[in-house]
Antibody, heavy 120, light 107 residues
Framework: QVQLQQWGAGLLKSSETLSLTCAVYGGSFSDYDWSWLRQSPGKGLEWIGE???????NHNPSLKSRVTISVDTSKNQFSLKLSSVTAADTAVYYC??????????????WGQGTLVIVSS | EIVMTQSPATLSVSPGERATLSCRAS??????LAWFQQNPGQAPRLLIYASSTRATGIPARFSGSGSGTEFTLTISNLQSEDFAVYYC?????????FGQGTKLEIK
């Protein structure tokens, strides 16, 4: 059974760096893409970016300059850093497993979500 | 970026009836379209991918159709647990994008 468990700081101040980690249990870590998404009342669901086991990434251009996604294959974990946060970055952040091959981009398994609040 | 537009924003349907949700892409996404269901406080749950393929464990009353820019999610014989928010998502292009959601409520 595949499970994604995420954690990180839930309360930040403006200009700080958001940092979240997602651990993957079950399945082959190297056979999938690993994504970060977020959901806020104002912007709905937003895909932030993805990484594969070799470290190759794709990012949403709207956030690319502030986003770093990394992977630690020895721990079956991947992480998100978002720099210079503002109140607009307040959202529930999710990690997810993306399928590869013919259905690349389909996200079946998701983490439980982490509410991140940015205060000024 | 491909913009996904869902309609209606809210749909009121009685249990046992059929609900039809629409999703339009600003440019062709072929059949690379997924549908998710989300309940309050929970992560989205994949229902449909490749426009019409049900994910594992999804009941047959959920069906998807369409290709190119126009897609439909149909839920037949609505059950109480089906009243939730539904999102479409394209995975044909980067960045992956979602519609703004349709809230399916009990009439």
């Amino acid at each position: 059974q595949v499970q994604l468990q995420q954690w990180g700081a839930g309360l930040l101040k403006s200009s700080e760096t958001l940092s979240l980690t997602c651990a993957v249990y079950g399945g082959s870590f190297s056979d999938y893409d690993w994504s970060w998404l977020r959901q806020s009342p104002g912007k709905g669901l937003e895909w932030i970016g993805e990484i594969n086991h070799s470290g190759s990434t794709n990012h949403n251009p709207s956030l690319k300059s502030r986003v770093t996604i990394s992977v630690d294959t020895s721990k079956n974990q991947f992480s998100l850093k978002l720099s210079s946060v503002t109140a607009a970055d307040t959202a529930v952040y999710y990690c997810a497993r993306g399928e590869t091959g013919m259905v690349r981009g389909v996200m079946v398994y998701w983490g439980q979500g982490t509410l991140v609040i940015v205060s000024s | 970026e491909i913009v996904m537009t869902q309609s209606p924003a809210t749909l009121s349907v009685s249990p046992g009836e059929r609900a039809t949700l629409s999703c339009r892409a600003s440019q062709s996404v072929s059949n690379n379209l997924a549908w998710f269901q989300q309940n309050p406080g929970q992560a989205p749950r994949l229902l449909i991918y490749a426009s019409s393929t049900r994910a594992t464990g999804i009941p047959a009353r959920f069906s998807g159709s369409g290709s190119g820019t126009e897609f439909t999610l149909t839920i037949s014989n609505l059950q109480s647990e089906d009243f939730a928010v539904y999102y479409c998502q394209q995975y044909n292009n980067w960045p992956r994008t979602f519609g703004q959601g349709t809230k399916l409520e009990i009439k």
